[in-house]
């Protein structure tokens, strides 16, 4: 059994992310690696990167899932020890994208969880972070949301337009 | 048309080609496929570079499948697009590749996207994914844009005997996989095994929600570093097409925008060399200064990237004083740092040693492969599109274009280097001389069925964009980045030289993966994968 | 001596961080974050649908209603949406901290009655679009209630009417 609580308090301070890129256009994983740099500055988190799935505690996840990545992506996942901690970045990951109904493509990391479910590779917690590409801040707020450290701004909403 | 032009279509003419038509710098010829070698070799005699080369259906238009070539004649700044129909029943063209050598990839495009089977070479699938059916040629005319069929969905990767080097490498961000054969330290072999960032792009283009005005959109994400050359290489061959006569001052705000896009990602390639070579300390500086110019861009366009600012006939926004201030002061800031960080990566002995000498690509390889960008310029290959086919405001700026004989891992970096300075002062000097004016023009009209070749020099390289237009929409839409151009000249720098030098030569391309992967449907046999032997199946090196 | 040099630079530049959260962020005036629409201005037209790249707006009919529904988990922040809507109903906002546990909580929807044809009882429109139409155009309210069919009906019987066609006056 996953206790995600007592994991999420465990690695609250010292954060080991791996970078999975899933056919993506680079511009997410560049500001992902801009947040490593001086402006930004994501160390002071504890957040370091790691060269393999096996190492991470959270996986930093860009990209709409292309045909052809789709069993490395896969394979990565299932790599990773539980719990399995994911940060969605990006039109991409979250939506699919703009090409996100195309011959090409899964459509994003939604349509990636029934692929990994019937794999039998279980994932623990996602976080969303839209953007195009993701602002290095919105990265670190993501995983601030992630780690329960801030609270989520979003919330659905349904108005209805005002009658005649 | 110049003299040693009409000269050389006399020839093509006698060789079997046939002027279909002449725009401006484009000529257009068709020819029968029998011609089409022969044709090949004069071009390429002549001096001429291979652009690309794109199939297309035009069953719809004419009832053929069609094969253009698209050759550049750098020095006289025209292009000669040799379009080769076949039928459908009988699809086959012959390779070109013995006399063209820088058409490998291009052809099993081809290929794979539209179904022409080449003749007189092993081919192999080459950017539609693995597990794709055979028979299905995702660029014809009557495969939906959106159909996904049945996934044949493999767990394993096959065994490795080589190095692999992918497809998660630390070093690089993106997905791609070489596989190096090697013998005791020494590289024997590479293959490059990629298209992991293929997403249908150029299909996505022709599809029935998509129009002209959305594509510069899809174009900017492209790629993440160098979009926003893609988004205005495709308006730049619209508006070509079209007859679009766009604005002096929007012309002026696109080539100052590209050239803070060339900043960031010479910084961004300055700091990943440094990375590789051990120099973290060099990675940081070098992405702190590269900073300014993300914010910049910010502040100018109204997003760090993917700028969006790009619309068929000008600009979205335009530029006021205050950013004009703002662009010089940054630029002032961004030079001084920069200098002084230049002098001291140069300065450090293991980056002048482990950079010196390796990853060498000699002038004729550099030719015969018709690199491009930095990789040519550090090979002796003076090849600049600005100056060669100049575009927006290049022609009201002088400036000088680095070159070195070397072909090493140093030269290119110095190359690069150099571009920094010079991009500052074509910044300046473009603001300096900004004209007045509107930015985009009031409305235009696209007939159907014109093609334009257009051609911008991203920070890799030659981009190269070609148009054919149709009802609301591109009817035909074809990238070729400069990376897929200059990936099959890893190969020739890779081998026989220590394993150790590998990541440098190949962060020495500056390679980005996601421009290579760009949409264009192949439709790909399902040949076996060929990984471990290292003759038999993979096509010979023409060098 | 080069270690020295960058020493240096280093010791020249101080701290750049930004602390963010603690510290304001990078963000400059022009940055477009998510949008906004405004339910009372919004008309339903679609035109904001019809312009979005990767179709992040979606005008949905449901049951009686025409739903305008934002997912911002696919929006490129482009900001055309803005720039096409004919009621500008659209801000572009600079938020850009959007994450969310959840897919749900990345849409946002505004709910448009759909006007009936006041014969036929076919849907037309969004009420609120139709009344921006009779509110800017000559287009008189009795017509704007009508579907383009009965609207033709009714034109043809109005002409009948005054030249006397057979078919045409109270039947």
Redesign the interface.
């Known amino acids: 059994m996953v206790d995600l609580a007592r994991a999420l308090r465990a690695i609250k301070r010292s954060i080991w992310v791996y970078h999975l890129n899933s056919g993506s256009c680079n511009a997410c994983d560049i500001e992902v690696l801009d947040a490593l740099t001086p402006y930004f500055d994501v160390e002071r988190f504890g957040v370091k990167l790691v060269g393999s799935p096996r190492h991470a505690d959270v996986i930093l996840f860009t990209g709409p899932v292309t045909r052809e990545s789709l069993p490395k992506v896969v394979r990565a996942l299932r790599a990773m020890p539980r719990p399995r901690l994911l940060l969605v970045l990006g039109s991409c990951g979250v939506g699919g994208g703009i090409w996100w109904d195309t011959y090409a493509t899964t459509g994003g990391f939604s349509k990636l969880e029934e692929i990994l479910r019937e794999q039998g590779v279980e994932v623990d917690r996602v976080v969303y972070v839209p953007g195009c590409p993701v602002r290095p801040e919105a990265i670190i707020y993501g995983i601030l949301v992630l780690l329960g450290l801030a609270e989520q701004k979003v919330r659905e909403v349904e108005v209805h337009a005002p009658g005649g | 048309m110049t003299e040693p032009v009409g000269k050389l279509i006399e020839e093509l003419k006698n060789l079997g080609g046939k002027v279909e038509e002449v725009r401006g710098r484009e000529i257009y010829l068709v020819a029968s496929r029998d011609s089409l070698r022969s044709l090949a070799k004069a071009l390429y005699s002549a001096g001429a570079y291979l652009k690309t080369c794109a199939g297309v259906d035009e069953r719809p238009i004419q009832g053929v499948l069609s094969v253009y070539y698209i050759f550049g004649l750098d020095e006289l700044g025209v292009d000669v697009i040799l379009r080769v129909p076949v039928t459908e029943e009988d699809a086959r063209v012959p390779t070109i590749v013995p006399e063209v050598p820088a058409a490998d990839w291009c052809e099993l495009e081809a290929r794979d996207m539209i179904g022409v089977e080449i003749t007189g070479r092993p081919v192999r699938r080459l950017v539609l994914?693995?597990?794709?059916p055979e028979g299905v040629y995702?660029l014809r005319k009557d495969?939906d844009?959106?159909?996904?069929?049945l996934?044949g969905?493999?767990?394993?990767?096959p065994e490795e005997v080589g190095v692999p080097l992918g497809?998660?490498h630390?070093a690089l961000?993106?997905?791609e996989y070489f596989e190096l054969y090697v013998d005791g330290e020494k590289v024997v072999d590479v293959v490059y095994r990629g298209?992991?960032?293929?997403?249908?792009?150029e299909?996505?283009a022709e599809?029935p929600?998509?129009t002209y005005?959305?594509v510069p959109?899809?174009a900017e994400?492209?790629?993440?570093?160098c979009?926003f050359v893609h988004s205005s290489c495709y308006v730049m061959a619209v508006e070509k097409a079209a007859g679009i006569e766009v604005p002096e001052r929007a012309e002026f705000i696109r080539s100052i925008v590209l050239e803070v896009e060339r900043l960031h990602s010479h910084l961004?390639w300055l700091?990943v060399a440094a990375h590789l070579l051990g120099y973290d300390?060099?990675?940081?500086?070098a992405?702190?200064i590269?900073?300014h110019t993300?914010?910049l861009a910010?502040?100018?366009?109204?997003?760090?990237?993917?700028y969006?600012i790009n619309i068929i006939g000008g600009v979205?926004k335009d530029l006021n004083v205050d950013k004009l201030d703002k662009t010089l002061k940054t630029l002032a800031t961004v030079r001084e740092?920069f200098v002084?960080?230049a002098?001291?990566?140069l300065?450090?002995?293991q980056i002048r040693s482990r950079a010196s000498g390796t990853g060498v690509l000699s002038r004729f390889e550099a030719r015969a492969l018709s690199v491009v960008g930095p990789v040519a310029r550090a090979s002796g290959l003076y090849r600049d599109v600005r100056k060669d086919y100049p575009y927006f405001a290049y022609r009201e700026v002088s400036f000088k274009v680095p070159l070195y004989t070397e072909g090493d891992n140093l030269a290119r970096l110095l190359v690069r280097v150099e571009e920094v300075l010079e991009s500052i002062e074509i910044i300046k000097q473009l603001i300096d001389k900004l004209p007045g004016g509107p930015i985009a023009v009031e409305s235009w009209d696209i007939p159907p069925y014109r093609r334009a070749v257009a051609a911008i020099e991203a920070p890799r390289g030659e981009d190269v964009h070609f148009i054919i237009t149709g009802v609301g929409k591109p009817y035909r839409w074809r990238v070729r980045a400069p990376t897929y151009q200059n990936i099959p000249a890893l190969r020739a720098m890779l081998r026989g030289a220590p394993l150790a030098d590998a990541p440098l030569t190949i962060a020495s391309i500056d390679p980005?993966?996601?421009c290579t992967?760009r949409?264009v449907?192949y439709d790909l046999k399902t040949g076996s994968r060929r990984t471990l032997r290292i003759s038999g199946g993979v096509p010979p090196c023409p060098l | 001596m080069s270690l020295v040099k960058i020493l240096e630079i280093a010791l020249k530049t101080g701290r750049v961080t930004r602390r963010y959260p603690a510290e304001e962020p990078l963000v400059t005036p022009e940055f477009r974050g998510s949008i906004e629409v405004d339910p009372s201005k919004c008309w339903g037209c679609g035109a904001c649908v019809k312009v979005c790249p990767p179709n992040a707006l979606t005008l949905t009919p449901s049951g009686k209603s025409l739903v305008l529904e934002y997912f911002v988990g696919r929006c490129i922040f482009c900001g055309m949406c803005a720039e096409v809507c004919p009621a500008k109903a659209i801000t572009v906002t600079k938020k850009f901290e959007l994450a969310s546990a959840n897919l749900r909580d990345l849409r946002s929807r505004v709910v448009h009655e759909v006007l009936r044809c006041s014969v036929c009882g076919t849907p037309i429109a969004a009420e609120a679009e139709v009344r921006a139409v009779v509110k800017a155009s000559p287009v008189s309210e009795e017509y704007a209630v009508l579907c383009p069919r009965c609207r033709k009906e009714r034109f043809a019987k109005s002409i009948g009417l005054r030249v006397g066609a057979p078919g045409g006056g109270p039947s």
Do not use: N
């Open positions: 994914p693995e597990d794709w995702p495969f844009y959106s159909t996904r069929p996934r969905f493999r767990s394993e990767l497809p998660y630390p961000h993106e997905p298209f992991h960032v293929h997403r249908g792009i299909k996505l599809s929600r998509f005005k959305q959109f899809l994400r492209i790629c993440g570093i979009g961004l700091g300390a060099g990675f940081m500086h992405w702190r590269r900073e993300m914010v910010e502040y100018l366009t109204g997003s760090r990237k993917t969006g979205r740092e002084k960080l002098e001291v990566m300065s450090v002995p980005c993966f996601s992967d949409v449907v």
